[in-house]
């Protein structure tokens, strides 16, 4: 299968996102037209370098020396571990001519691409995602940075990549439970733009989870194309760019209350997703059709972490905290049928704990 290449449009300059199932192989080719060979360094984590490192390292052969590893984890998303690469960067002497190639999952991106955005006030960035979640969501549109002991991703930056390459057979060793937080963005990507998404992950589930290329490549080609397409029309998400945080705002409040250890940002989400439709259900915004929808595909990838212990009134508080007010109005994305959605800028507590009710959360 040819390797497909999706343009984002980006305030400092267009980049490709190349998808495609043993598109790794063309690396080095891809660096050269782009113009990003002369000095390179690859940030990794332990565990992604020792399953695909090996190939990364054969690949650039004496193009680069050895990776800088540091640990991935959400727990490890800090200004600490970012220390880490700076001063590997500054050890290696890497000038402002260096690219820095970030291979691993979200964490490992957002972190590599903070340090690319503030490392001699900007150098080159190469995302090649290693998880679902990375491949359809995180390696696209520039958002990057860190967490604060006080909140998620409050310390960061645009800084748009030079190149994606997202190459879904590296996928295949990536843990089942990974896999499906993964597929919880692709489900947000259905319900927000293309719905065929959710007919796939219902009929396909078993080739997507067995890694079957055939199934997976495509699913993940459409996700970035969706992503790409959408913040090339807004970078700064100032209007449209909005949409990708359906779900989000129960999610990271979810997330946010659990002290980032008991979910996996996709799960989160996928809660998330069904208290917007439950609100746009109950707004009579969302058909009945989009939230049974919504609740079906959730429910049949498999259960999720338990959340009756959780207090729905410390999660509408962590709602207000979220980076999604904007000068003090909460921006919530609902459903208005599968494959559109709007806005409401007037989501009171009372109806999100409605919300938090159908799923258990009292
Ligand atoms: N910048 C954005 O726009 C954006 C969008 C969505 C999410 N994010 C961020 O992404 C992060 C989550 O990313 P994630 O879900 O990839 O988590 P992650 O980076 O922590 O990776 C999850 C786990 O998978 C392992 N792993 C990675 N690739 C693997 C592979 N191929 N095989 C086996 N194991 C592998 C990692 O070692 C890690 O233990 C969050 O911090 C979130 O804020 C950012
Ligand atoms: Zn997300």
Redesign the pocket.
Known sequence: MAATRIEVTAGAGAYPVVVGAGALDSLPALLDDAGLGSQLVVVS????WE??GRRVATLLKKRVKAPVLIP???R??TLQTLARIYEALIKARADRSVTIIAL???????MV?FAAASYLRGVRLVHI??????QV?????????V?HALG??LI?AFHPPKLVLADPA??????RR?FR??LY?VIKYGVIATPSLITDIHTKRAALFAHDAVAVEPVVRESCRIKAAIVSADERESGERRT?NFGHTVGHALEAVTDYRRF???EAVAYGMIAAAEIGAHRGVTPARALDAIRAVVTELGPLPPVSDLRASEIVAATKRDKKVVSGTLHFVVSTGLGTTSELTDVTDKELKLALKTMGIR
């Open positions: 984590s332990p565990i992604v399953l695909h991935d984890g959400e490890a998303k691993g999952g979200g964490v490992i991106g957002d691409g995602p290693t998880t679902l979640m990375a969501d995180s390696a696209i549109g520039g958002k990057v940075g967490n998620k991703n960061g590296v996928l295949s060793t990536l843990p990974e937080a993964g963005e990708l996996r940002h996709g």
